[in-house]
């Protein structure tokens, strides 16, 4: 299957501006699932108006939040799909750079040492690009996800040791929970990263933070992990953006990768609960657009 790239431009351009405006539909249950739970009468107000905020921001064809974050787009490519690999590169950081300009939103990226904005939400390095490959057939996925500052400043790794065992794990994730409080604008999902090296840690902690809820670790040590990591969070009090009560988080996602003898990496990355992305699919019946 031969990819247009003039599509791939349109779509990134696309997916951008759908991901700042609509929620996806397990998000917006997971916000069901917590505002049946709360038990805090002020966790219970707090999370009503986030809701409302959902809803408003659909009805109005408006952003859900006006950070419109660093762009990383996910891309996924199957077999037998050919395409010049530079080219693709371009069509989407042309197609961000159009979500920007041709949609009235905040570009939120600067260069490091002189904060200059640009006014188009690219610069040196980004948009983020993340290959993989997959099996299927015929077939390129891009996803796109807008990564607030708020969701990306609570970030953090430990270099731990095999003799600190599983508990250093634990006990790592819940004091990154408490530390980052409110900051995060929770109920957030807290991603969490196992093994690798330093660098691949804190890329499978972003991995884990922005998947979707309700999909578990495929690796069956990981998604012990989620379980019990998931209960014990909403039991730290933190709650709705950081003014108590139980809905801390949607949900502890993790995701694993072997690591040297002599290493025991973890590391966290939290998603807001305005958890945004969206989707274009290629396959050769066309381009369709889902989270």
């Not at 990134?12 to 405006?21: F, N, V």
């Not at 390129?140 to 065992?165: C, F, H, R, V």
């Not at 139980?246 to 003898?261: M, W």
Request: glycine share 10%; with cysteine.
């Amino acid at each position: 299957m031969k990819i247009d790239l003039k599509q791939v431009e349109d779509a990134s351009k696309e997916i951008y501006i759908r991901a700042l405006k609509r929620l996806p539909p397990d998000i917006k249950q997971g916000f069901s699932r917590l505002d049946k739970a709360e038990t805090d009468a002020t966790g219970k107000s707090v999370l009503g108006t986030m809701i409302r905020n959902i809803r408003v921001a659909e009805d109005t064809d408006n952003l859900l939040c006006q950070d419109t974050g660093i762009p990383i787009y996910n891309v996924v490519i199957g077999r037998g799909v050919e395409f010049d690999g530079y080219a693709l590169k371009q069509a989407i950081i042309k197609g961000c750079e159009r979500a920007t300009k041709e949609h009235p939103f905040r570009s939120s990226v600067v260069h490091p040492v002189t904060r200059e904005n640009a006014q188009t939400s690219c610069g040196r390095q980004i948009p983020v690009i993340n290959v993989e490959f997959s099996a299927a057939p015929d077939t390129l996925s891009i996803e796109m996800i807008p990564k607030g500052s708020g969701s990306e400043n609570n970030s953090w790794l430990k270099m731990a040791i095999p003799a600190d065992g599983i508990d250093a794990i634990k006990t790592f994730v819940i004091d990154c929970v408490l530390d980052a409080g409110g900051k995060t604008c929770p109920p957030t999902i807290v991603g969490v990263g196992v093994g690798g090296t330093a660098d691949l840690c804190v890329h499978l902690s972003k991995v884990a933070a922005t998947r979707a809820l309700g999909t578990q670790c495929d690796d069956p040590e990981g998604a012990k992990l989620e379980v019990e990591l998931s209960a014990v969070v909403n039991q730290l009090g933190v709650g709705a953006q950081g003014l108590g009560g139980d809905s801390t988080a949607f949900a502890v996602h993790v995701e694993t990768a072997a690591t040297h003898i002599t290493l025991n990496p973890v590391a966290v990355n939290m998603q807001c609960h305005s958890a945004r992305r969206a989707r274009a699919t290629f396959t050769p019946q066309g381009v369709s657009y889902g989270y």
